[in-house]
């Protein structure tokens, strides 16, 4: 296991404040999902996550059909699709839009997508300012950190911790009381929304027979990177795909009560191009990046593709044991948790960070909660077999390979089991190449072998008496 | 190579499509195969019920409610909630029908954009109209229109919804059986579910962080 | 020589079902035999598990066999990314257990990997995958054979104390075990069961998981003991060695005063 974050990871493990935020978040995000999600409010869940998963794997396996469908409406109402390939093309577009118009502000709401492709610092190097709007992305924003949680990005953070970041950054007074900095947040933002130039939002559908974006939200800050800009563009990845506007029904009534336990937040929009006749506000100009960015490689696998049906919502993250204890930033990608465990590989190669499939009990928790039901322990094993043999290829791992190769075979001869069995054998050849015993039992008594095998219990009690 | 000097040109549509067929190995203008009917579950329950049901779950996420007979209750019930304020109302004729545009404290009519973004940065209240409510969730249904824009119920601190009974329907999936295409009606529709809110600082719910932190529904 | 032994016995029960004897005098109908596959880990490191099957078993008038030439599942090699190390266990696995009826197992993750990876594994080998299909219907988790097969709640076990029950991840998730082994705790005479809350919580095991990130698993499992400390219960029961031996682990290293037990162990308690 080369580069496995063990220091930072231990950091978190010792850092007690820290723990205690990653566990009551996760865990009031947990209670709240599970009584959404209870059988007498929602009897049909399970036949909702089904279906919502068949709809994703039925877009996923015709996306090119959808794609253009979703093109061809958007078009038809007025609006502009850009498909790019990575993150420089999506730069390139939103720079060459911004000198066009001559706009210089920007506003967005939260997006995982462009937190991927580092939008924010690629526009201020060429003096485009743009500003997160999301009361828990603009403090990240401030403090120059990125996503502890898919859906609640500062959780990490105490009210301490951001009077410090506002004191620093807004030059206001230090203020603890969490009602009065979000009203130092709102007002700060309401200069910006005012004045902005663009607004860039992410997706969390793209609804192919209405060429509509839907984005889901609780602050109001994506209502208003929508309506008040003249130009809105959304940044999506091409697998936010769905074929219908009807098939919402599915997909709200699972990512609200997933993500957060809410039957639906707060604000819903359906947007479908810009501003019509007569209408006296939302903006002039609408654009929908379709952004690439290494998704095709994921849709090559038959098998792995799955990992495109997410749908973001964060509950894997918030029932998983291996994610409550290290937290977000030990995940090497702006992906934590399971999900992030999964495509993190699959878009920068199971090479780039090899340990982060097998950091996982694989204990299934992440597969029971998602609503689209992806096999996210199955991926994981894939993955991991994937790895080793990367490394064969590369020639390494080979101890541990040799490792496993040894023990199959003494798993296999049982006479040679039976032998190694009683000096405690059958377990040698493993622990010592996957890690070392002494950090093993640095957390926990090891078990002693028992004085008699079954095996041998079991022959002694053959004898006839 | 794509360049910047290109700028707004940039389209790697080809690409990434050929990308996508490639790895699904399917040839251009393939039909996907059927999809079954969506799946759209509307209780069968008393309509009468709806208003009751819409009125709990409303202050339940923290709005409050007011249910009158006749349009000519509503301007009292307003001037009440406006005392001291300043509101801006949308063009909705049925604003104007229960009289809410004659109140002193509303300025209406607005035509021009820059107006009446002025007017709702300072105003105090937004009153608008909703083309629908959702009774299973207390949700309000705002398509946006020349008659309804969409700022008013957004950049004041207060919003309040009048609408008639008529508009109620019983959940999301009876919306979408209604508005199967949202967008052949509008550019944008927006469904508003409680008083905007947060939980971004220590999971403690804080109202009103960009939207109102207020809302009221009065169904007539 | 093991193997002799186990074909001896099977013989001998073979025997003894066709002439209408039966070890439980008290049961109305002969059983069928019931083979043990008992893991790696009980063998060697919890042999009393074992044990305390075998005689719930044979109380119940099933006739016991343990196919002497078994080993392990192959899991360790499949969860660490060595499907074709685990192939060739699993084959092992498959030929000694090929004639049993019933294949009994006091683990629901070694029967998990059984039931449903190994189809994963010989995906691409259509004999083998023929084998690990027919296989799979017979292998029984043990509580699970208890209820489903033996159709008994009450063994006849008494215990005195309060035990709390650990979900463990495979049995829950993949094996759907959640109801059973508290019905056969329920029935335990002066048992009482008192639930931790979250029960579902992982140990933080995971197999290799554990000894590649020792600290991490630690933790899960230090999370999993103040679960268990709230509900004021002295022993552990689950129906998994593994998750048992971690957490009995940092118990110890605790120096708390709670046991651990796999609930064969409490069946078979008189």
């Known amino acids: 296991m080369t580069g496995q974050p063990s220091e930072t990871i231990n950091q978190t493990l010792g850092d007690a404040r820290l723990q205690l935020a990653i566990y009551s978040a996760t865990n009031r995000l947990m209670t709240h999902r599970a009584g959404a999600v209870r059988a007498d409010l929602l009897p049909d869940y399970q036949e909702l996550r089904t279906e919502a998963n068949q709809l994703k794997k039925h877009t996923i396996e015709h996306l090119d059909h959808y794609l253009e469908l979703f093109e061809k409406n958007v078009i038809a109402h007025g609006g502009k699709v850009v498909y790019c390939s990575d993150s420089q093309e999506v730069a390139d577009f939103v720079l060459g839009l911004a000198k066009e118009r001559g706009a210089h502000l920007i506003v967005k709401s939260k997006s995982m997508t462009t937190e991927e492709i580092h939008f924010n610092e690629r526009l201020e190097k060429h003096g485009l300012e743009a500003v997160e709007t999301d009361l828990g992305e603009y403090i990240l924003q401030l403090a120059h950190q990125r996503p502890y949680h898919i859906v609640a990005p500062a959780l990490h953070l105490t009210r301490y911790d951001v009077a410090e970041i506002f004191s620093k950054n807004l030059g206001v007074e230090n203020e603890v009381v969490i009602e009065k900095q979000t009203k130092i947040a709102r007002a700060a933002l309401r200069e910006k929304f005012l004045h902005a130039d663009i607004g860039v939002t992410g997706a969390n559908f793209l609804v192919a027979d209405s060429g509509a974006v839907v984005v889901v939200e609780n602050e109001g800050n994506a209502r208003l990177t929508t309506s008040a800009p003249k130009i809105h563009i959304t940044v999506a990845g091409i697998e936010k795909l769905i074929p219908r506007a009807q098939d919402l029904g599915v997909f709200l009534t699972l990512l609200g009560r997933s993500a957060t336990g809410q039957p639906l937040t707060v604000y819903t929009s359906f947007l479908s191009g810009p501003r019509r006749n007569g209408e006296i506000d939302g903006p002039d100009e609408f654009y929908v990046v379709l952004l690439d960015n290494g998704r095709t490689k994921l849709l090559a696998d038959p098998e792995k593709r799955q990992s495109l049906y997410c749908i973001r919502c964060g509950a894997c993250l918030n029932h998983c044991p291996v994610y409550r204890k290290i937290g977000g930033h030990n995940y090497p990608w702006v992906y934590s948790g399971p999900i992030g465990a999964i495509i993190t590989p699959q878009f920068h190669g199971v090479l780039k960070d090899p340990w982060l499939p097998f950091a996982s009990s694989l204990c299934g928790a992440c597969a029971e909660v998602c609503p689209v039901k992806i096999e996210i322990p199955k991926l994981l094993l894939k993955l991991r077999s994937e790895v080793t043999d990367a490394q064969r290829r590369q020639g390494v791992g080979g101890v541990e390979r040799l490792a496993f190769g040894i023990w199959a075979w003494v798993m296999t001869h049982p006479r040679i089991y039976l032998m190694l069995a009683r000096i405690g054998g059958i377990f040698l050849p493993l622990l010592p190449k996957v890690g070392p015993l002494g950090k093993w039992a640095s957390q926990r008594e090891v078990p002693k072998l028992a004085k008699t095998s079954f095996h041998q219990w079991w022959k002694a009690r053959e004898v006839p008496k | ?220 | 020589m093991g193997e002799e032994k186990g074909n001896v016995k099977w013989q001998m029960n073979q025997k003894c079902a066709t002439i209408g004897f039966h070890a439980n005098p008290g049961s109305k109908a002969v059983k069928t035999r019931v083979s043990l596959f008992v893991t790696c880990i009980v063998d060697q490191v919890f042999p009393q598990v074992g044990i305390a099957m075998t005689q719930v078993l044979e109380r119940l008038g099933y006739p016991v066999d343990f196919p002497a030439a078994q080993t392990c599942c192959g899991q360790p090699a499949f969860n660490s990314g060595y499907p074709e190390e685990a192939g060739i266990v699993a084959r092992h696995f498959l030929n000694t257990f090929r004639d049993s009826e019933y294949i009994v197992v006091p683990s629901g993750s070694c029967a998990s990997m059984i039931v449903h990876h190994y189809t994963d594994i010989f995906a691409n080998e259509q004999k083998t995958l023929e084998q690990a299909r027919s296989i799979a219907p017979r292998v029984w988790e043990f509580s699970r054979f208890l209820i489903e097969v033996a159709g008994v709640e009450d063994v006849g076990a008494s215990f005195d104390g309060v035990v709390t029950y650990h979900d463990s991840c495979h049995s829950l998730r993949e094996m759907h075990i959640k109801e059973g082994p508290r019905r056969l705790l329920s029935k335990v005479q002066g048992l009482t069961l008192r639930e931790m809350e979250p029960a579902e919580e992982c140990c933080g095991f995971g197999g290799t998981f554990s000894v590649k990130f020792p600290e991490v698993s630690g933790g899960m499992a230090r999370t999993k003991i103040e679960s268990i400390l709230k509900t004021e219960a002295g022993t552990v029961v689950s129906v998994d060695s593994s998750c048992l031996m971690q957490i009995q682990g940092a118990i110890d290293r605790a120096r708390l005063p709670i046991r651990t037990m796999h609930l064969a162990e409490v069946l078979a308690g008189r």
């Open chain 2, 1 to 220: 190579m794509v360049e910047s000097a290109r700028g707004a040109q940039v389209n790697s549509r080809e690409v990434v499509l050929g990308n996508v067929r490639k790895a699904l190995d399917r040839a251009a203008g393939l039909l996907p195969t059927t999809l079954t009917a969506p799946r759209l579950k509307i209780p069968i329950l008393d309509r009468g019920r709806y208003t009751t049901l819409f009125g709990q779950n409303f202050e339940k996420l923290g709005g409050k409610s007011f249910f009158v007979r006749e349009p000519r209750e509503v301007a009292p019930i307003l001037s009440e909630l406006l005392q001291g304020k300043r509101a801006v109302a949308s063009n909705a004729p049925f604003l104007a029908a229960c009289g809410i545009t004659g109140l002193p404290q509303v300025q209406s009519g607005f035509t021009d954009r820059e107006a009446l973004r002025a007017a709702c940065v300072t105003a105090d209240v937004g009153i608008t109209s909703a083309d629908y409510a959702l009774a299973e969730t207390g949700t309000l249904v705002m398509l946006s229109s020349p008659e309804e824009p969409r700022l008013i119920s957004l950049l004041p601190p207060v919003h309040i919804a009048v609408f008639p009974q008529s508009r109620m329907l019983a959940n999301l999936d009876e919306l979408l059986a209604v508005l199967p295409n949202p967008a052949e009606q509008t550019s944008s529709m927006v469904l508003i579910t409680g008083p905007s809110r947060t939980a971004d600082i220590e999971q403690i719910l804080v109202r009103g962080v960009h939207g109102p932190g207020e809302i009221y529904a009065v169904i007539v």
